[in-house]
């Protein structure tokens, strides 16, 4: 595949960014680590003290991302420079929102199907809607939560990552997402009862399919917006919804949206992405088919999403 080829401005500011996020990342989990919390099975809920330490945690990428960027481009113009700002008309973002949402549930049934015929899951009905209400108000109320992250990942981090190939640096990128996730799945945090040598590997493997995913969706709408749809569908409807719908205990490795049954699939949703990928490049003329530039508009109008071109 042909590498992608970005403005060298674009990568100034990745390791201000990655230190900044990753140290900010284990400073909020240390109340949970002196108060000796973590996780050892899928029962436990979770302390206010452990949400509050989350919410912190999901605040530090874009709050960098930003305070990097503002620093040299102004508050109002790191917002677009991030992506916040709407890249298209409202009609196809609400479009592309919509589809967004519906990602993670497509991909998460599909694992589901393929952990219930390994024996690990075990469906009893199907949601109604008591159960669906509570979780759609939930999701409004967290929307800022996965500003607070994608922002960071998909506004400052995605950019700065495609001048090392378009494949190859979504695959990193979801690779750090999940290795930035460490702190608190060393606590059980998403799989409970589970050795860390274990839930850490799995945890980086299922944010690089599953990230590669979202920052695509990223990339064909111009802006975070539907990425961080793709992202709160993952969190507050697929997750949830997997353990509701079933007749016993869920073992979050062995099945829902974050396990290795759900491997196959998004390995093949990635492959489909490299793929596309591939045709649409080589139809472009010689000559464009190296990369399509930040700020540049694509074949179907949407805009590319644009690094800071400000040393960071």
Not at 7 to 34: C, K, N, Q, Y
Not at 100 to 128: D, E, F, K, Q, S
Not at 290 to 296: L, N, S, T, W
Request: proline letters at 8%; a positive charge; glycine letters at 12%.
């Amino acid at each position: 595949m042909k590498r992608t080829t970005t403005p060298r401005s674009s990568r100034p500011g990745l390791v201000p960014f990655m230190a900044i996020s990753f140290v900010g990342a284990w400073i909020t989990m240390i109340p949970l680590w002196l108060d000796g919390l973590r996780r050892t099975s899928a029962t436990q809920g979770t302390p206010r003290l452990a949400a509050l330490c989350m919410i912190l945690m999901m605040l530090v990428p874009a709050l960098t991302a930003f305070g990097l960027t503002a620093r040299r481009r102004g508050p109002r113009e790191a917002l677009r420079v991030l992506g916040l700002a709407r890249a298209t008309p409202w009609r196809h973002e609400i479009h592309s929102v919509a589809i967004a949402l519906t990602i993670p549930l497509g991909l998460t049934a599909v694992g589901l199907a393929v952990a219930t015929l390994a024996g690990w899951y075990t469906p009893a009905h199907l949601p109604g809607l008591a159960t669906i209400t509570p979780l759609g108000l939930s999701a409004l109320v967290s929307v800022p939560l996965y500003f607070g992250e994608e922002l960071g990942w998909q506004g400052y981090l995605l950019p700065r990552l495609l001048s090392r190939g378009r494949t190859r640096g979504l695959l990193i990128g979801g690779a750090i997402w999940g290795a930035w996730h460490a702190p608190m799945t060393a606590l059980g945090g998403s799989y409970p009862g589970h050795p860390v040598l274990l839930g850490i590997p799995v945890a980086v493997v299922t944010a690089m399919l599953l990230g590669t995913v979202i920052a695509t969706v990223r990339l064909s709408t111009g802006s975070v917006w539907a990425a961080v749809a793709a992202h709160l569908s993952l969190n507050e409807f697929a997750l949830p919804l997997t353990r509701d719908i079933s007749g016993h205990l869920v073992d979050p490795l062995l099945a829902g949206p974050l396990s290795i049954s759900t491997w196959p699939a998004s390995a093949l949703a990635v492959l489909g992405i490299w793929l596309t990928h591939r045709r649409r490049a080589g139809h472009r003329a010689p000559g464009a088919g190296a990369a399509i530039k930040f700020g540049e508009k694509t074949a179907s109008g949407v805009r590319s999403p644009s690094p800071d071109r400000g040393q960071d």
